[in-house]
């Protein structure tokens, strides 16, 4: 199926830009699951093309109905957020399935993108259904109550190490109390944020993830090493001089601290504070 496109949208850096850890490229395709969807798509200038799913799909999943124009104009505060949105125009953030984007983050922790991404693979070939699509072989994410039977030493052999016990316990309680995660969706933020803080190996930066990427949060502002410098480097000058100084003695943040961090960034930036959030970190990540 193909799409002309009359938006912004720039499908290679919205994949690339550390949102998701399921899609290969290959060529021109970029290839990718999400449920028990398994598709792939390319863009050439304004045309979509994708085989797979239907275009709802493609246009939910990608979120080609915001209004990404306004959402620039909202960010857009300064002169170096300026740049990342010069350079990465048409990144859109996407929506992914709640349930494997919990996971998925648990299983992130502390781990650079490569090894993400070979880790939800270990455990996707080891306990999800394996399917065929485009003469390839693929796996589905594994389900809830798969992965919450599985044993913490075969999730260890996945590559998960000390995240093996969270994803287990956290797939357990989600699988016997029967908790809708799409539930999620209809609280506010801070109420959707400690229901997410009460599973295990969920803290306060995976918990922004999954609000952002999976949970419609856009208020939503991660903060790891990466955007942690950014604010150091680029907005210091906003942030109170004892705070700053504070930040700058130490790698890891404390609970208030990443806090106060995420305040700061929801009234400069506004309610798209997540989109903000993106542009700066793959503009840090690329530059660096």
């Known amino acids: 199926m193909k799409l002309e496109l009359d938006i912004e949208f720039n499908l290679d850096v919205s994949l690339c830009c550390g949102q998701v850890f399921r899609f290969k490229k290959q060529n021109d395709w970029w290839y990718g699951l999400l449920g028990d969807k398994i598709f792939k798509i390319r863009q050439t200038n304004n045309h ?3 085989e797979g799913v239907d275009l709802a799909f493609i246009e939910a999943f990608f ?7 306004k959402i620039i104009q909202s960010i857009n505060k300064d002169s170096y957020i300026s740049g990342a949105i010069r350079q990465f125009r048409g990144l859109r953030l996407v929506r992914q ?3 494997e984007c919990l996971i998925s983050f648990i299983c992130a922790t502390y781990k650079n993108i490569t ?13 999800g259904e394996e399917r065929y699509f485009d003469d390839q072989v693929f796996w589905l994410f594994p389900s809830i109550e798969k992965l919450s039977k599985a044993s ?3 999730l260890e052999e996945c590559g998960l190490g000390y ?9 357990k309680r989600v699988y016997e109390e029967r908790i809708d995660l799409e539930s999620f969706k209809q609280l506010s933020y801070v109420e959707a944020k400690k229901r997410l803080l009460e599973f295990s190996g969920v803290g306060l930066k995976v918990a922004d993830c999954v609000l952002l990427f999976a949970l419609d949060k856009m208020e939503a502002f991660p903060v790891d090493v990466w955007v942690k410098r950014i604010l150091l480097d680029h907005y ?3 942030l109170p001089q004892d705070l700053v100084e504070r930040f700058q003695s130490h790698d890891t943040l404390s609970k208030g601290e990443y806090e106060k961090l995420g305040l700061f960034a929801r009234n400069y930036f506004g ?3 997540g989109y903000a959030q993106e542009y700066l970190y793959h503009y840090k990540r690329s530059n660096k």
């Open 115 to 127: 090894a993400i991404e070979q880790t939800l693979f270990k455990m996707s070939q080891k306990y």
């Open 236 to 238: 210091a000058k906003c």
């Open 63 to 69: 979120g080609l109905k915001e209004d990404l124009t």
């Open 48 to 50: 979509l093309e994708f």
């Open 97 to 99: 399935n709640p349930w």
């Open 152 to 154: 913490v030493s075969g």
């Open 163 to 171: 995240r093996a016990k969270y994803v287990q316990l956290t797939a």
């Open 271 to 273: 309610p798209y504070a």
